[in-house]
């Protein structure tokens, strides 16, 4: 029987709301190669064009909204009494905003804001550029996107691995499978026991970990694999 749910998202899951995935145009992100805009180094290297790029993308989430998938996802959170969270890559707002609230977003998130100097996170909305205050300490210059760029370490890996320890059912939905640690969560919990299922439009890298498979469009999979999902938990 099912108690314990772990849900891993990814890009996939908010293309149909209008927010790009990341390996569609040869691994360009909206024209950025990643090494520019997405690592310690090119924020060294290129603040201006690091905030711009995150600035760019956090203006982006006023004009998107969830999309069927996200809410799937909400309603099976509210209604099942298990076990169960949301790991997002994603850094977009959507799983919230549709009301999931078992979530956890691994890579940061675009409305959050890291101070380097006092080492506070805090909400933020608008623009960041290179030049804003920290509202905690006051000093200009060190507040950064609260993004987990390529070689830092993503956020809550001992929740995540406890449960994903602990899964009856893991499930990926919307993810090319390419960026570890997050790829690597399908055979944790395979190991550890777990049944395990892929919703994305084509197969993932690590597609043949999975014992089941379902390719389409999210927002078509998610709700209804959550109404087969719910309406075996009511019958048993
Ligand atoms: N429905 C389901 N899946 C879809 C849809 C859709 N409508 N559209 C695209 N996909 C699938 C693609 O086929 C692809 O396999 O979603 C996956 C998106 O893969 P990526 O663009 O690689 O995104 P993701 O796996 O989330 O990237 C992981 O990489 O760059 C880093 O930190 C960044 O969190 C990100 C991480």
Redesign the pocket.
């Known amino acids: 029987m099912i108690e314990n749910i772990v849900i891993l ?5 908010s ?2 709301s209008g927010l790009q ?4 145009a040869d691994g360009l ?1 909206e024209g950025h190669r ?1 090494e520019d805009v ?1 690592t310690p180094e090119a924020y060294r290297r290129n603040p201006a064009l690091v905030h711009q790029f995150y600035d760019a993308r956090r203006a982006r989430l006023a004009e998107v909204v969830p999309n069927p ?1 996200h809410e799937a996802l909400a309603r099976l959170d509210a209604e099942w009494s298990g076990e169960l969270l949301i790991v997002t ?3 977009d707002d959507l799983h919230e905003r549709a009301g999931a609230r078992r979530l956890l977003h ?2 940061g998130e675009l409305l959050s804001a890291w101070c380097q100097s006092c080492d506070d996170r805090y909400e933020w909305d608008g623009p960041m550029g290179e030049g804003a205050h920290c509202p905690r300490c006051a000093r200009a210059g060190q507040v950064r996107p609260d ?4 070689g830092e370490m993503p956020y809550d890996m001992e929740r995540i691995d406890a449960a994903l320890i602990n899964a009856d059912l893991f499930v990926s ?7 570890y640690p ?2 690597g969560f399908v055979q944790t919990a395979r190991y550890r026991g777990a049944r395990t299922l892929e ?4 197969p ?1 890298q690590g597609s043949v970990f999975f014992d089941e498979r379902r390719y ?4 078509v ?1 998610v709700p209804r694999w959550v109404d087969e999902l719910l309406a075996q938990s009511a019958q048993s």
């Open positions: 998202t990814g890009a996939g899951i293309a149909e995935t990341f390996r569609a992100w990643v997405a998938a890559q994603n850094v691994m890579h993004i987990v760029w390529f939905i919307g993810t090319s499978g390419a960026v997050a790829a919703i994305n439009l084509e993932s389409g469009p999210a927002s999979e």
